[in-house]
């Protein structure tokens, strides 16, 4: 299995710009996640999909969109890039909770993919 | 809100050294608690977990306690090596939300032979 993977592992955009970030996840999860990571404030919930066809927002949603395309995939749209959106981006998956007591906790975490909007 | 804190970085140590990264949290009810950390140039990888009171989590010589009476997630190893180096970051499961993990800032760690 190559786990999640994301796409580009760089990019450098101008403000403006739009681009879409790639994440896939060969484990057949059923919730998948995008993440910011900013120095001195950890990793920030973008986006979230619990399951294919339903995507809901997280913590800092405002200048995304996101598109559960399928089960494996789990897009991320910047329409018109800003400054303050330079960060690195993170993918996760996380398989469906068993039933029961039994909560199945860990993310599985992507590369990351650097971005830089000047 | 939901919130975590952690101790600020970056924390040196010499190999062998005693480390402890301090991490409380505020939450109500009760919380799953985690430590995950990062290497250079890497993604997140789960450390350990804890989703009960007083439950101990423990991984590759790391351990942390999950203490509700002080609302802390403290992560201990007894002799860190150079191959630990890396960030290091406490995280918490809201009791009501399957989805939101909500992570603290990170503390950088860099072990010197």
């Known amino acids: 299995n190559a786990g999640v993977t994301q796409t580009p592992k760089f990019q450098v955009l101008k403000t403006g710009q739009s681009m879409t970030l790639q994440c896939a996840q060969d484990m057949n999860h059923n919730s998948m996640y995008w993440y910011r990571q900013d120095p001195g404030m950890g990793l920030r919930l973008i986006y979230y999909s619990a399951s294919e066809g339903t995507t809901d927002k997280g913590e800092v949603p405002n200048g995304y969109n996101v598109s559960r395309l399928n089960k494996r995939e789990f897009s991320l749209r910047l329409e018109s890039a800003a400054p303050s959106q330079t960060s690195v981006y993170f993918c996760a998956s996380r398989p469906r909770a068993a039933s029961g007591r039994e909560v199945r906790e860990t993310q599985y975490f992507g590369p990351g993919t650097r971005l830089l909007v000047l | 809100g939901d919130s975590v804190t952690q101790m600020e970085g970056p924390v040196t140590l010499s190999e062998e050294a005693f480390l402890t990264i301090n991490c409380t949290y505020t939450a109500t009810g009760y919380p799953s608690l985690f430590w995950y950390v990062q290497y250079p140039g890497e993604g997140l990888q789960l450390l350990l977990k804890?989703?009960?009171?007083?439950d101990k989590g423990s991984n590759k010589g790391f351990e942390a306690t999950y203490r509700k009476e002080t609302t802390s997630f403290h992560l201990e190893k007894g002799s860190v090596q150079v191959s630990d180096s890396a960030v290091y970051f406490c995280a918490l499961r809201e009791e009501t939300s399957y989805d939101k993990v909500i992570f603290g800032p990170g503390t950088s760690l860099s072990v010197i032979p």
């Open positions: 804890a989703t009960k009171a007083d």
